[in-house]
């Protein structure tokens, strides 16, 4: 069923494509907002990774590897996004508050804590190529298997367990840079 949805979608069939989209575009989102960071910019690259699926079905040579090749463009529309995005990142924080507006100085100091906590992870992970952030939002995030990943970034198993390795020790190392 799905092949038929994929072949039909690739021959121009603009119900089957949307049926696709409507699919996926919740993981592609995801993705995209792990990797970037910021609500917009997973939004336009959400929209660009479809958008140029769609302009470019036909080079689809494999209906069962559609995923795939999806994951490929959807990687290609988030590095596009950063080259688009610079260095600049506006980040918007909603604390919860009491009834009388204000906070328990305990839930104040936990919530900074923690704050501070993700904006050190964010800035190390900011700090990570558009390559290790992939390998790592898809493993860890997305949960997704080494042979997945493989297959969506285009390249050997053993190459994505290395760029895996790597990618932990480049996290790890911008951690403790962040630390300090």
Known sequence: ?????????RSGDRAAFDALVRS???AVYRTSLAILGAEADAADATQETFVSAWCHREALRDPDLFDAWLGRINLNACRAQLRRRGRTSVRELR????EDGREPASTERALDDRTADADAFDRAFGRLSIDDRAVLVLHHLHERPV????AVLGAPEGTIKSRL???RAALESALAKESR
């Open 1 to 9: 069923m799905e092949r038929a949805l994929v072949e039909r979608a």
């Open 95 to 98: 604390l919860p508050e009491s």
């Open 165 to 167: 390795h790597r990618a």
């Open 24 to 26: 996926r575009i919740d």
């Open 147 to 150: 042979a997945e990943i493989a």
